[in-house]
């Protein structure tokens, strides 16, 4: 298994532009999750998803958009970056079930996103 | 709410123990534990349920006071691979949508 991969490892973009950031998982878990990471700070979810279909906000979601139409995909849209999104992006995934609230969140290795 | 950790930040020489602490103002379901080194994923340590208990493996353990509303995790005899920023991740109704605090960055020198 690969796991939670994300593409591409690196960006930067100018003001004003678009991109979708890649997130895809073959753990076949149906919960998926978007998060931010500032400089020196912790991570902040931007949005989850708990199955194909179904997509929430999370704590900072303005000037984000997702979309969930595969168990296995999750891409996160810019639309008119600004600086304020210079950051890291980790996506995430976990199985669902009252059986495995033990278990945890896997992430991927992250995006890094610059905007000039 | 974002959970508090504390301290922010801490340097031990390797041998040392560290405590990092884990603080909510609302009550818990779980905690998850996770170390991150620079510019990697953060990495899962351990979960802990509400109901008290107490885990570990090798020589990183930690506790959950369901009650208060705290989570501390151990690291003892450390060494110089536990460098890093560690974590909690507070989930307040089994739903997983966890809130991450402020994290530790933790330096173990020679």
């Known amino acids: 298994n690969a796991g939670v991969t994300q593409t591409p490892k690196f960006r930067i973009l100018k003001i004003g532009q678009s991109m979708t950031l890649q997130c895809t998982q073959d753990m076949n878990h149906n919960y998926m999750y978007w998060y931010r990471q500032d400089p020196g700070m912790g991570l902040k979810l931007i949005y989850y998803?708990?199955?194909?279909?179904?997509?929430d906000k999370g704590e900072v979601p303005n000037g984000y958009n997702v979309s969930r139409s595969t168990t296995e995909d999750f891409p996160l849209r810019l639309e008119l970056a600004a600086p304020s999104q210079t950051s890291v992006y980790f996506c995430?995934?976990?199985?669902?079930?009252?059986?495995?609230?033990?278990?945890?969140?896997?992430f991927g290795p992250g995006t890094r996103l610059t905007v000039l | 709410q974002q959970p508090v950790q504390s301290p922010q930040a801490v340097i031990l020489r390797e041998g040392e123990d560290a405590v990092i602490n884990c603080s909510s103002s609302?009550?818990?379901?779980?905690v998850h534990w996770y170390r991150q080194k620079h510019g990697e994923a953060p990495v899962f340590l351990m979960i802990?349920?509400?109901?008290?208990e107490q885990k570990g493996h090798d020589k990183i353990s930690a506790s959950f006071n369901e009650k208060k509303q705290q989570s501390s995790l151990y690291l003892t005899a450390s060494q110089l691979s536990y460098s890093g920023t560690y974590f909690c991740g507070t989930d307040r109704s089994g739903n997983e949508k966890l809130t991450f605090g402020t994290g530790t960055r933790l330096t173990i020198i020679p």
């Open positions: 998803s708990v199955g194909a279909g179904i997509t």
């Open positions: 995430a995934s976990r199985r669902s079930g009252t059986a495995v609230r033990t278990d945890t969140q896997y």
């Open positions: 802990l349920l509400k109901g008290g």
């Open positions: 609302k009550a818990l379901y779980s």
